[in-house]
């Protein structure tokens, strides 16, 4: 079983969550900072919706910050992300074999839904599960467990692909074997990535074999 994370793994999307973050903050006074970013990169939506009410000390509710920033995103996923280099050709030469894939991802269902259509994407995968749904954050083995359990297969089964150190480290920790994927926003993390996963890849292009 082929697990995949969608932001930064299958998509280059995190620019836009830059973005989102960048301009959420600057309406409201704030600068985009290292500490805000550690606070809400690779967690579930609501989540980060709490750090940033804290952070900024808003009045705003967790909902209104949730929805104002679905608004922001929302056209993006639709109309302006595109698939990672080798992407499409690596789903492609997986389903030729007979091998199964699902997406668990920490994006919200609307915007993996209008992604993944938008690509054309959503054919190749048996199961989208969205962390926001499960109400588990990736850094957590258990959602890697459930996502086992869902499909009918062993930990030992699953190769996960993911951008995320905390993700890798997770999946790592259920059991399953993980590959390290290079995205540009989280370049520093990428030597310890090195030593947490499996394997790393710059490209989904340095797995394809025929």
Excluded at 120 to 131: D, T, V
Aim: aromatic share 10%; hydrophobic share 40%.
């Amino acid at each position: 079983m082929h697990i995949f994370d969608m932001d930064g793994t299958l998509i280059d999307s995190n620019g836009i969550w830059r973005e989102v973050d960048e301009a959420f903050l600057a309406k409201r006074g704030f600068p985009y900072t290292k500490e805000y970013y550690q606070g809400v990169a690779h967690t579930i939506f609501p989540l980060a919706a709490e750090f940033t009410k804290r952070y900024c000390h808003l009045e705003e509710s967790v909902e209104d910050i949730m929805a104002e920033w679905m608004e922001m995103a929302g056209d993006a996923y639709a109309t302006r992300v595109q698939v990672k280099p080798g992407v499409r050709e690596y789903l492609d030469q997986c389903r030729r074999r007979g091998q199964r894939m699902m997406v668990l991802t920490s994006s919200v269902p609307a915007h993996c839904r209008a992604a993944l259509g938008h690509l054309g994407l959503m054919p190749y995968f048996e199961e989208i599960l969205f962390a926001h749904d499960l109400k588990i954050e990736k850094k957590d083995p258990e959602i890697f467990r459930v996502a086992a359990r869902r499909m009918g297969v062993e930990p030992a089964e699953c190769v996960v692909y993911d951008d995320s150190v905390a993700a890798c480290r997770g999946a790592k920790a259920a059991g399953m074997h993980t590959v390290g994927v290079y995205d540009q926003f989280f370049h520093v993390s990428w030597e310890e990535m090195t030593r947490v996963c499996d394997r790393t890849i710059r490209s989904f292009t340095e797995l394809l074999e025929d």
